[in-house]
């Protein structure tokens, strides 16, 4: 499996903000587009945040 780094203050925010509880997951990318690949640290789940739009 990829291995994951813990999240910085930001990306927990955005993890939150998903629906998801940020101590369960790692990151494994962060691309400059906005879309984030996050690992879950129990279950090696990959799941893709599409870029967060704020209007």
């Known amino acids: 499996m990829k291995n994951g780094k813990k999240p ?9 903000q998903a629906g998801l509880s940020p101590e369960n997951w790692l990151v494994v990318k962060n691309r400059p587009d906005g879309v984030m690949v996050l690992l879950h640290k129990h279950t090696d789940r990959i799941r893709v945040l599409p870029p967060f739009i704020d209007y």
Request: charge should be positive.
């Open 8 to 16: 910085t203050r930001q990306q927990k925010i955005r993890i939150g």
